[in-house]
C-alpha cells in the first residue's frame, strides 16, 4: 500500500472527509504522496547503498575508489563479492580458514594450504588482472606470513 492509499483509507473511514476527484484535500493528499514516494525511493536506494553486497554501480565505484586502489573491472556480483571480502572483519592471527575470504578481498579465487611451514595459494580464478591481484595480495597478507602461489 502506497504512503496515499493509506492516507486516503485512514481520512476516507473517518467518515470526517469527503475525498472527491474534485475536493482541494484530495489535491494535497496527491501531494503529499508524490512527495512520500520520493522519499521513500530515496531511503530504499540509501539503504541498498549502505551494503557492499547490494549496493548500485554507481555507489560501488566510489566504495572502489575508497578501498580499492585500482578499480576491477569485472561483473557487478564479483566487484560486490570482492569488495565485501575487502570490508570484513579478520580474527588475529590469520588462519588457513581465513584465506579463501583474504585471497577474494585481493581478487584471487583460489584455496590455500600449508606445505613446508609456509601457505601454497593456488588460484583459481583472478578477478583482477593477475598482476594486480598479486600486488593486492602482497598488500592484505599479515607480514609473519611466508606464502608463495603455486603456478
Known amino acids: 500500500m502506497t504512503a496515499l492509499e493509506n492516507m486516503e483509507k485512514i481520512l476516507g473511514e473517518s467518515g470526517a472527509y469527503r475525498l ?20 521513500k525511493e530515496e531511503l530504499l ?23 580499492l586502489p585500482h578499480p576491477a573491472g569485472c561483473p557487478l556480483e564479483d566487484r560486490r563479492e570482492m569488495l565485501s571480502a575487502r570490508l570484513r572483519a579478520r580474527p588475529e592471527p590469520v588462519s588457513l580458514e581465513d584465506m579463501p575470504g583474504l585471497l577474494l578481498a585481493a581478487g584471487i579465487r583460489g584455496t590455500a594450504e600449508e606445505a613446508g611451514g609456509a601457505v601454497l595459494i593456488t588460484p583459481e580464478e583472478y578477478l583482477l588482472p593477475e598482476a594486480q591481484a598479486k600486488g593486492e595480495l602482497k598488500r592484505l597478507m599479515p607480514l609473519h606470513v611466508s606464502w608463495s602461489i603455486a603456478q
Open 20 to 39: 472527491t476527484e474534485n475536493a482541494p484535500l484530495k489535491w494535497e493528499l496527491a501531494a503529499y504522496g508524490a512527495g512520500f514516494a520520493a522519499v
Open 45 to 67: 536506494r540509501a539503504f541498498a547503498d549502505s551494503f557492499a553486497a547490494t549496493t548500485g554501480e554507481e555507489r560501488l565505484k566510489e566504495w572502489e575508489t575508497l578501498f
